[in-house]
């Protein structure tokens, strides 16, 4: 089974970006398909973003698309998410998480979480 850490989370003021990172243990990640979500206080977990097992392919909600970037390094067993232009509705503790299957925007089909990384913006 694979282990999922996040990290890179923090305080940032409207307008600044910062770049989360979800390192891997255990098994490559080449294995699995890889997402983003995040849940604030009073909300239910929701998509972020997705990519496929190359890297190829990704998937955005429509909330963040044209802010956030998800990438990959499977060499390195490391998802990335940029995040630019952050807004005081983007706070939320952030989670990867890790699918033996295809890419999907369904929080429910994914196999493995992490511990999550709190992201707060300041307006």
């Known amino acids: 089974q694979v282990q999922l850490v996040e990290s890179g989370g923090g305080l940032v003021q409207a307008g600044g970006s910062l770049r989360l990172s979800c390192s891997a243990s255990?098994?490559?990640?080449?294995?699995?398909?890889m997402g983003w979500f995040r849940h604030s206080p009073g909300k239910e977990r929701e998509f972020v973003a997705t990519i496929s097992r190359s890297g190829v392919s990704t998937l955005y909600a429509d909330s963040v698309k044209g802010r956030f970037t998800i990438s990959r390094d499977n060499a390195k067993n490391t998802v990335y998410l940029r995040m630019n232009s952050l807004k005081p509705e983007d706070t939320a503790r952030y989670y990867c998480?890790?699918?033996?299957?295809?890419?999907?925007?369904?929080?429910?089909?994914?196999?493995?979480w992490g511990q999550g990384t709190q992201v707060t913006v300041a307006s």
């Open positions: 998480a890790a699918r033996s299957m295809g890419m999907t925007v369904l929080t429910t089909a994914y196999d493995v």
């Open positions: 255990g098994r490559t990640i080449s294995n699995y398909a």
